[in-house]
C-alpha cells in the first residue's frame, strides 16, 4: 500500500541553524501539507502546497518557513533560523481530493530537537 | 471558541467493553470529519472518515455525525488493550482543506 514517506526521523540541530526536512508524497497525490505537534499538545496546521505553490498558511508559517517541491517526488520544508520553541514532530500529509475524498495520510514523522 | 474540541480524558474502559469518544465543532459549514488514531510518538493513523448525518460502521468501529447538534462520536466495539492510545478527531477547512484538530482523547483499554 503507498504511503507517505518523510527523512530523517529525528534531527537534532542547534539553535539558529538551518534544517532541511524532507517528505515524499504519495505519488498520484496532488495535495501536500505539513502539520507540526509539539509535545503534549494537538496537531496543528503550518502549510498547504498545490500546483507548485502555497495555497494556505498559518499564523505560525512566517518569514523563518519555506516549502519547496524541487523535483516530483519530494516535498521539503525548511526552517531558516531554528528557533527554541521550533521543538516538535513535524508530520507531511498528502491527499488525492478528489471530490468529497479529503482524507489527508500521513507520514511517520520527523522528530526535531533544537538545542 | 475552539472550532474543534475533545475531553482529553483518559477514558478508561475495560477489554470488550464499548468506548464512546466524543467531539464538537463549532463551523456550521463543516461538511465531513476524520477520526484518527494516533499512537504515542507516531503519527495520525486515519480509522474513519464521516461525511453525511448518521452512522458510519466499518468492523468494530462507528462513526456518528449529528450536524444540527455539530457532534461527531466515534464508538468502539469489543476494546482491546491495543486500542489505547489518543484519538483525533479533525475537520477540513475552508478551499485548501487544511486539517482543524482537536486536542484528543487518551482511550486506556485495560485486560
New interface residues.
Given amino acids: 500500500e503507498p504511503e507517505v514517506t518523510q527523512t530523517p526521523s529525528h534531527q537534532v540541530t542547534q539553535m539558529g541553524q538551518e534544517v532541511i526536512l524532507r517528505c515524499v508524497p504519495i505519488s498520484n497525490h496532488l495535495?501536500f501539507?505539513w502539520?507540526r505537534q509539539i509535545l503534549g499538545?494537538?496537531?496543528?496546521?503550518l502549510v498547504?502546497f498545490?500546483n507548485n505553490e502555497i495555497?494556505?498558511k498559518?499564523e505560525i508559517f512566517d518569514d523563518q518557513f519555506s516549502v519547496e517541491r524541487p523535483d516530483g517526488s519530494n516535498f521539503t520544508l525548511k526552517i531558516r533560523s531554528t528557533k527554541l520553541e521550533d521543538s516538535a514532530?513535524y508530520?507531511c500529509?498528502s491527499?488525492t481530493?478528489t471530490s468529497?475524498s479529503?482524507?489527508?495520510?500521513?507520514?511517520?514523522?520527523t522528530?526535531l530537537t533544537v538545542l | 471558541q475552539k472550532e474543534v474540541e475533545q475531553n482529553s480524558g483518559p477514558l478508561s474502559v475495560p477489554e470488550g467493553a464499548i468506548a464512546s469518544l466524543n467531539c464538537t465543532y463549532s463551523d456550521r459549514g463543516s461538511?465531513?470529519f476524520?477520526w484518527?488514531r494516533q499512537y504515542s510518538?507516531?503519527?495520525?493513523?486515519?480509522i474513519m472518515?464521516i461525511?453525511s448525518n448518521g452512522d458510519k460502521e466499518d468492523g468494530r468501529f462507528t462513526a456518528q455525525l449529528n450536524k444540527a447538534s455539530q457532534y461527531v462520536s466515534l464508538l468502539i466495539r469489543d476494546s482491546q488493550p491495543s486500542d489505547s492510545a489518543t484519538y483525533?478527531c479533525?475537520g477540513?477547512r475552508?478551499?485548501?482543506?487544511?486539517?482543524?484538530?482537536?486536542?484528543?482523547t487518551t482511550l486506556q483499554v485495560k485486560p
Fill in positions: 495535495y501539507y502539520y499538545q494537538k496537531v496543528e496546521f498547504s498545490y495555497s494556505e498559518s514532530m508530520f500529509a491527499s481530493r468529497r479529503d482524507t489527508q495520510y500521513f507520514g511517520p514523522g522528530r | 461538511q465531513s476524520f484518527y510518538g507516531k503519527s495520525p493513523e486515519l472518515s461525511y483525533l479533525a477540513p475552508g478551499n485548501t482543506g487544511k486539517l482543524i484538530f482537536g486536542q484528543g
